[in-house]
């Protein structure tokens, strides 16, 4: 199924709905704070934020198309990435 949240097991990171509309929830498991990046196929960054534990990142203005969300656990140096698509 499309929105059934995608987990990452290394990094226990939640990440909902994918398709987005309007809202992209990420929410940290395994760790407290991480660096988040939401960027184009081109590597423009359109989302840039550092994260505690579940946020809300606001994907309103964001034109249609495919994007890549990457968080950097600090911690353990660990990056994870997950494309999503703005319909």
Same mark, same amino acid.
């Given at each position: 199924?499309?929105?059934?949240?995608q987990i990452d097991?290394?990094?226990d990171?939640?990440?909902?709905?994918?398709?987005?509309n309007?809202?992209?929830?990420?929410?940290?498991?395994? $760790?407290?704070?991480?660096q988040?990046?939401?960027?184009d196929?081109?590597?423009?960054?359109?989302?840039?934020?550092?994260?505690?534990?579940n946020?809300?990142?606001?994907?309103?203005n964001?034109?249609?198309?495919?994007y890549?969300?990457q968080?950097?656990?600090?911690?353990?140096?660990?990056v $994870?990435?997950?494309?999503?698509?703005?319909?």
């Open positions: 199924p499309i929105n059934t949240p097991t290394k990094l990171i939640k990440v909902y709905p994918n398709p987005i309007q809202q992209l929830n990420v929410e940290l498991q395994a $760790f407290e704070k991480g988040v990046r939401l960027f196929g081109t590597g423009k960054t359109h989302i840039t934020r550092i994260i505690t534990g946020t809300t990142l606001n994907t309103n964001l034109p249609v198309g495919i890549f969300l968080v950097f656990d600090e911690n353990s140096g660990q $994870f990435t997950r494309k999503i698509l703005k319909q």
